[in-house]
């Protein structure tokens, strides 16, 4: 029987705990999305719900773009280092800086106007009190849920779209994160292990396997 590794990841900083949250849901929402039932709709309107939730408390906007030119400022630096495989070092820089691009030219806070759709925080709202979406409180609602998945899905995804951006972020941010070191092997000692951080090169996730 092949091992199955476990991995446990746990965030530095409240920027990359905030990417981590919404990498979370996003994965959600993408499992939700492999199958057409009521009840997975109706999961994807509560997690988009959450995703409001994030993107309305402080300047996400700007942390994303923060951790972005960190990045970029990195590449840079690396474009004269022997070794390095140039073509790989500019696709990642051209999707970094693409993505900076975007997000700056923007307008406002990402998927604010979610917040003026009445149907969709009316579920959302409703969502927070148990049983609060049955039929008869929320005829409306049910009509939807009855409507064909091509119907659901148009609307679905037109929500979705006003996160497109912060998603490809945080793919692509996360994903340099966990690449950018190779695992070690470590010992814990009577269950406690202890290591110095580089303050050089601060550390932004652990990752145990």
Request: proline share 3%; charged share 20%.
């Amino acid at each position: 029987m092949t091992q199955q590794w476990i991995t446990y990841e746990h965030p530095l900083n409240e920027r990359i705990r905030v990417l981590m949250r919404l990498e979370f849901i996003f994965k959600q929402i993408d499992q939700l999305l492999q199958e057409d039932t009521k009840l997975n709709t109706h999961h994807i309107l509560l997690a988009i719900g959450e995703l409001i939730g994030i993107v309305e408390r402080g300047d996400l906007k700007s942390e994303i773009l923060k951790e972005l030119d960190r990045h970029i400022a990195t590449m840079l630096n690396l474009q004269e280092t022997p070794g390095v495989d140039t073509e790989a070092l500019q696709a990642f820089l051209q999707n970094l800086q693409g993505l900076s691009a975007q997000l700056h030219s923007s307008q406002g806070q990402i998927a604010a106007e979610l917040k003026n759709d009445e149907f969709l925080m009316g579920v959302i709202q409703r969502s927070g009190i148990p049983g609060g979406t049955c039929d008869f409180d929320m005829p409306g609602y049910h009509y939807w849920l009855e409507q064909d998945p091509e119907t659901r899905f148009k609307q679905i995804n037109v929500w979705l779209g006003k996160f497109k951006l912060i998603k490809s972020a945080c793919g692509l941010i996360l994903g340099l994160i966990r690449d950018s070191s190779l695992p070690k092997l470590q010992q814990a000692e009577t269950g406690m292990y202890q290591q110095s951080l580089d303050k050089d090169h601060p550390c932004q996730l652990v990752r145990i396997m």
